[in-house]
């Protein structure tokens, strides 16, 4: 099953690249390379490009579409850009960015060595929440995204990124701290940044959900 997993995996990931064809040949291990990856990621912005395919365009001043190691083991993904994310292009870089930085540090990676997306690419009007159509619209490009890194964990921020990948209207005091699968990768919800904002005390709890994660990487090693 895993094996077929794996050919699922490359497979995918030169469609991705807009290969819809098998290439004469497939890299001798079977997964593609750091190099590889980060053309897909490049081809996967470009296939976006100026996007208008929700109504989130009309006030967004930029379009974020997650930056770190394409190659990462770990894998961030939070809910969509806040008024600092929309105005840099960047995730995760206004105070609730900082935070996560300080969670990614503690847990002894770089921020470049792990890779930060958000389920929406552009910013929701006063940081409301994305509207279904909007979260459908999207949702294909962080699955590429997921697919391309193929991260050996994955954590979610919050209510809508861990509803969304787990496909369930559970809230987030119920599904953070458990292992759930998405697509055969190990997905951990936790808190979302900006809530710890509001409720420091739970930082505990988001430190033993990125213990668990610890505990599961270094299995994977
Ligand atoms: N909140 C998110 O969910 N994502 C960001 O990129 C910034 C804030």
Same mark, same amino acid.
């Given at each position: 099953?895993?094996?077929?997993?794996?050919?699922?995996?490359?497979? @995918?990931?030169?469609?991705?690249?807009?290969?819809?064809?098998?290439?004469? &040949?497939?890299? @001798?291990?079977?997964?593609?390379?750091?190099? @590889?990856?980060?053309?897909?990621?490049?081809?996967?912005?470009?296939?976006?490009?100026?996007?208008? /395919?929700?109504?989130?365009?009309?006030? /967004?001043?930029?379009?974020? +579409?997650?930056? *770190?190691?394409?190659?990462?083991?770990?894998?961030?993904? *939070?809910?969509?850009?806040?008024?600092?994310?929309?105005?840099?292009?960047?995730?995760?870089?206004?105070?609730? *960015?900082?935070?996560?930085?300080?969670?990614? @540090?503690?847990?002894? +990676?770089?921020?470049?060595?792990?890779?930060?997306?958000?389920?929406?690419?552009?910013?929701?009007?006063?940081?409301?929440?994305?509207?279904?159509?909007?979260?459908?619209?999207?949702?294909? +490009?962080?699955?590429?995204?997921?697919?391309?890194?193929?991260?050996?964990?994955?954590?979610?921020?919050?209510?809508?990124?861990?509803?969304?990948?787990?496909?369930?209207?559970?809230?987030?005091?119920?599904?953070?701290?458990?292992?759930?699968?998405?697509?055969?990768?190990?997905?951990?919800?936790?808190?979302?940044?900006?809530?710890?904002?509001?409720?420091?005390?739970?930082?505990?709890?988001?430190? &033993?959900?990125?213990?668990?994660?610890?505990?599961?990487?270094?299995?994977?090693?």
């Amino acid at each position: 099953m895993q094996d077929l997993q794996a050919i699922k995996t490359v497979l @995918e990931f030169y469609k991705a690249l807009g290969i819809d064809r098998l290439p004469l &040949s497939i890299p @001798e291990t079977g997964h593609p390379t750091p190099e @590889e990856k980060a053309k897909a990621l490049k081809a996967l912005r470009q296939e976006i490009g100026d996007c208008k /395919r929700c109504k989130l365009y009309k006030g /967004r001043k930029n379009l974020v +579409f997650g930056e *770190g190691n394409p190659d990462a083991s770990l894998m961030f993904i *939070g809910e969509a850009p806040g008024r600092e994310e929309d105005i840099q292009g960047r995730p995760f870089v206004g105070d609730a *960015g900082r935070l996560l930085t300080r969670l990614i @540090e503690k847990m002894g +990676f770089k921020r470049q060595d792990v890779y930060i997306g958000n389920i929406i690419k552009c910013r929701p009007p006063m940081n409301r929440d994305p509207q279904d159509d909007e979260i459908s619209t999207c949702m294909p +490009f962080i699955k590429k995204q997921i697919m391309i890194i193929s991260p050996k964990v994955i954590m979610s921020l919050g209510r809508i990124s861990a509803q969304t990948l787990i496909g369930v209207k559970i809230p987030i005091t119920r599904l953070r701290g458990k292992f759930y699968d998405y697509e055969g990768i190990p997905l951990m919800p936790t808190f979302h940044p900006a809530y710890l904002l509001r409720n420091p005390r739970d930082k505990m709890l988001v430190w &033993s959900d990125a213990q668990q994660v610890l505990a599961r990487l270094r299995e994977e090693f």
